[in-house]
């Protein structure tokens, strides 16, 4: 946006990848904002933390599982103003996690495969990524 400056609101999300190729979603509560809609589990960055670790920390407290920093690879990421932010989003893939995924904050949890994202209503930010995901996971 020319002439203003928003501030910047980083948070860090998961790609997690099962081994038949689908890939992880969950459904925003009611009561959040963006209620409804499809996202890729992770959440704000804290301040000193790193993204690896804030992903760690939230996909431990939203789905019950464990997952080590080295198996967080850098994919891809989203920039997008939203009226009062902007969002900066680094998306990590992950293939390998201790425990079972499950929901841990009264989420819809969904596996999908790739190309299925575009049937999905999703934030502002993540709508780039449901054409984007399909070719960087071939």
């Not at 990590?92 to 999905?120: D, I, M, N």
Request: glycine share 8%.
């Amino acid at each position: 946006m020319e002439g203003r400056t928003l501030p910047l609101v980083l948070v860090a999300a998961c790609v997690l990848l099962d081994g038949d190729g689908c890939i992880l979603i969950a459904k925003r509560p009611q009561g959040r904002s963006l209620a409804g809609l499809w996202e890729f589990p992770g959440g704000k960055v804290e301040p000193g933390e790193s993204p690896e670790h804030a992903l760690i920390r939230e996909l431990a407290e939203e789905l019950g599982i464990d997952i080590a920093a080295a198996d967080l690879a850098p994919l891809t990421f989203a920039s997008h103003d939203y009226p009062d932010f902007h969002l900066l989003m680094p998306l990590f893939l992950c293939r390998r996690w201790l425990g079972t995924v499950a929901p841990h904050e009264g989420q819809e949890l969904r596996w999908v495969k790739p190309a299925e994202l575009a049937s999905y209503a999703m934030p502002p930010a993540d709508e780039p990524l449901k054409t984007l995901l399909p070719a960087l996971l071939k």
